[in-house]
Nanobody, 120 residues
Framework: QVQLVESGGGLVQPGDSLRLSCVAS????????IGWFRQAPGKEREGVLC????????RYTDSVKGRFTISRDNAKNAVYLQMNSLKPEDTAVYYC?????????????WGQGTQVTVSS
């Protein structure tokens, strides 16, 4: 069974950091691009960052520039989203999704999401 599982979310204060993990089961990630997306309450889902099979990074929103980075560890079948200098507007459910090879729509497999709440 193909599955993506996100973890690492939580409640943090503004300025804090979190690292989200996206771990695959049922398939190996090394042939896939993995994207991180988020959906805040009352808002549409938006793309955050994506890493291609070759390691190229696509940033979907300028709001995370200089604060968020994406990386992959194929040996662990995982992709990570490092989030620094978190802001209240980063509060959302974060999802990872997989697509063969490159960062382009549509993404096929999606995880169940992990909640990130940034609040003082």
């Amino acid at each position: 069974q193909v599955q993506l599982v996100e973890s690492g979310g939580g409640l943090v204060q503004p300025g804090d950091s979190l690292r989200l993990s996206c771990v695959a089961s049922g398939f190996t990630l090394n042939a896939y691009a993995i994207g991180w997306f988020r959906q805040a309450p009352g808002k549409e889902r938006e793309g955050v960052l994506c890493i291609s099979r070759e390691g190229g990074v696509t940033r979907y929103t300028d709001s995370v520039k200089g604060r968020f980075t994406i990386s992959r560890d194929n040996a662990k079948n995982a992709v990570y989203l490092q989030m620094n200098s978190l802001k209240p507007e980063d509060t959302a459910v974060y999802y990872c999704a997989a697509r063969r090879f490159v960062c382009a729509s549509p993404f096929g497999s999606w995880g169940q999401g992990t909640q990130v709440t940034v609040s003082s």
